[in-house]
């Protein structure tokens, strides 16, 4: 009988010993954060990663609070205010447990198992933002140098999704599904035998209208080759694509819901001073000094970017999420040809117009500071 494992149906999976193995000094453990609105198929994706081949050890932390989960009655007991988790060590190697907090705690105490797993999934709730969870990441350093974060999966549900994109939110809020979709490394339309082929489309045009950087793959029960989900590398340069090449491709993109998210993406050519870049990032993330032609702040979710800086040699990469960035150099060096900005913002309120000219003024001071 083939064993499927945190089936809800089922009884606890079998618990038997795993031995630690330990880790190379200074490895450091993938992290891919799964999220998508509820019900979107989340947790069905989770299991389906578990029962496949995958010669890794993985440890699941699921984000649940929904009633009715066996699998959460069975593992995770709030005593008196505090979290208690246990960890259910399954028998193909992978561990499991859930949580009712942001899994940061979790994944804290999980890593005092270290050598015990080489690969985390975090399933956040439904109405999650990953960015707070992708920021912290960031921020922790402690958490920042066993792990890193390899990628955020958003799991659509192909016959809700756009309603859940439509939904007006109070007081010009982001609509929760929207975000998921501009975080996204990965979006994964899921219940596709549930829509026709019309209503596939209309969601895919959607999703890529408001995140030009993503991969939309489609599933049914959340089946998916697992090559396109785990190790993709999109927040450091180990993917072994050239990511200058990859945000070549990017398009800026049209509205396609009122008042929705998009991406706007542009080179410049030149280099600027590490010092103005700041400033011009700053402005726009931590300031909101930057406005579109309506006069309303652009809110950057995520931003992604190639940067040249004055007398460096290397290749610099820009990482954002909400307020918090990343410039991280690259291995590539800048070669022969002249030197490129290609910068993607995704977000709201974004105007091409005004964030290329300021990023324009900005790359031309490096003739004034240096
Ligand atoms: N028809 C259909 N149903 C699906 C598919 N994938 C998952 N489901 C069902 O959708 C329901 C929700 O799936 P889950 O995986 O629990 O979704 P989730 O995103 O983890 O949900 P929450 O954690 O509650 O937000 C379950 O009853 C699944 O069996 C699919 O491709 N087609
Ligand atoms: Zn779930």
């Known amino acids: 009988m083939d064993e499927v494992l945190m089936d809800e149906e089922d009884d606890c999976p079998e618990l038997v010993p795993i031995a630690a193995k330990p880790l190379p000094a200074g490895t450091q453990i993938p992290v891919t954060i799964i999220t998508g609105y509820l019900g979107a198929g989340k947790t069905t994706l989770l299991n389906y990663i578990l029962t496949e081949q995958h010669n890794k050890r993985i440890a699941v932390i699921l984000n649940e609070f929904g009633e009715g989960s066996a699998l959460e ?16 060590e399954l028998r193909n190697g992978c561990l499991c447990c859930s949580v009712k907090d942001n899994g940061l705690i979790a994944i804290e105490n999980l890593m005092q198992k270290k050598g015990k797993f080489d690969y985390i999934l975090l399933e956040t709730t439904g109405l999650a933002d990953p960015g707070a969870v992708a920021s912290m990441f960031w921020v922790d350093s402690e958490l920042g140098s066993d792990i890193y974060l390899d990628g955020i999966v958003t799991v659509i549900d192909a016959k809700f999704g756009m309603q859940h994109l439509m939904e007006e939110k109070p007081k010009g809020l982001i609509n929760e599904a929207a975000r998921q979709i501009a975080l996204a490394d990965l979006a994964i339309i899921n219940k596709t035998d549930l829509v026709s082929c019309e209503e596939l489309i209309h969601l895919t045009d959607a999703v890529r209208s408001i995140n030009g950087l993503v991969k939309v793959l489609e599933t049914q029960k959340s089946r998916v080759d697992l090559s396109e989900v785990l190790d993709l590398h999109s927040f450091d340069h180990k993917d072994g694509v050239n990511l200058s090449e990859k945000l070549q491709l990017v398009k800026t993109t ?11 993406t542009f080179e410049v050519a030149g280099s600027l001073s590490e010092d103005v870049l700041n400033v011009f990032i700053q402005d726009l993330l931590w300031e909101k000094a930057f406005k579109d032609k309506a006069g309303l702040p652009m809110d950057v979710i995520r931003l992604k970017g190639i940067v040249s800086i004055a007398g460096q040699p290397q290749q610099v990469m820009l990482q954002g999420v909400h307020e918090l960035y990343e410039l991280n150099e690259m291995p590539q060096m800048w070669g022969e040809e002249p030197r490129v900005n290609r910068l993607v913002f995704i977000g709201r309120n974004l105007d091409k117009e005004v964030l290329l000219e300021q990023f324009i003024t900005a790359v031309l001071k490096v003739g004034e500071c240096t």
């Open 73 to 88: 009655k069975s593992l995770a007991v709030s005593q008196a205010g505090e979290l208690y988790e246990e960890w259910l």
């Open 254 to 264: 049209r509205p396609h819901l009122d008042k929705s998210i998009l991406t706007v």
